[in-house]
């Protein structure tokens, strides 16, 4: 009874996503849908890249909790558009709920669109939302086993950037076999090894953001 | 439509916890379930908690898993049964696949049997399994703000053991604030302050833990 169930819900979120797709395309939006466990820095890395990139760039978010705007809140005082999906207990954003933000969100003043899913390393990684990349985010914390326990996220995303590396003098993480099980994976991903508190690292992500966005078709 | 499909799933979900629970019951073991984001330290805390109560209280272990049985193998070292479930992709352990995994543990020759959850902060505190207490793991470098951010595990559990206060020096933490919230969505909830990796504070889980399974009916 229920694998039929869910197939019908992600080939639905498929078309739906095939149409925020279309609409970001017309608009010439290019789109990042960021993924990762809670607390692993995806607000801390979108602060960071808008204070970068935002004299170059025209940036607007959506924002994806469970509840609350706390994260909203700390993205508008970096003085771009933001907007707000409350999932009400969903452990991930799908199409249909991106399709709704977008209509509160003027595409057409936009370069980049950043889509921060609910922070979940598992979920969010099996729903399209109409993204041009999936960007996930590894903190040192969670430890070298992840790759290997939580696969989907790491197969599907292009790039693997992975967090607070000024921690590892404290915490048990061996980074080659994090690189290495995640290369095993998916051989085309692109990791970047930062630190969102320091700034150490960020550089190189800013240039392949940058660098995707203009190269698109 | 989707509603009434996940309040389904979730009726026939309570129905197997209480037969789960029935067969815990007629067994006389406790059963404690673990939830936290990836990372948060469940393993080891188990690990530390086997060393601690083994010589006192005989204890299995259901690991669950997205995919891979690292954990298990950890686990087994231990000299304790343990079983592995597999959810294949599912991002939570239900009532079914933890009848399944009992059919494998022998439970007239247990006290306390732990069901290590997979690593998600939102979706396993929604599934019943048949357990005594739901016990959850908050690590420091998730941040302050996850209690108002993903509240349903908060609210539903019976204790929160707040992980790697050996890292607080070095990360933005304000365990105060960690606590009051905690306690607004929760006031019944217990707080443990530990660090799994340098012993600090296990003591007063291992007796919560131990009063809990001595004092049940």
Redesign the interface.
Known sequence: M?IP?VRN?LEVNDRVAEQNRALFDQNRVFVCNLMS???AGKTSLLERTIDHLKDRLRIGVIEG????N??AERIVQKGVQAVQINTD?A?HLDANMVWEAVSNIDLTSLDLMVIEN??????PA?FKVGEDVKVMIL?V???D??P?????MFQLSQALIIN?I??LP??DCDMQKVRETALKLNPGITIFEVSCRTGEGLGTWYDWLQGKIESRA
């Open positions: 229920k169930v819900i466990s809670p607390g909790d469970i509840t609350s706390l994260d207990g452990c609910v922070g979940n390393l598992v979920c099996e903190s914390t969670e430890g086993d992840k290997l326990k939580y696969p989907l607070k000024d921690l404290y915490v």
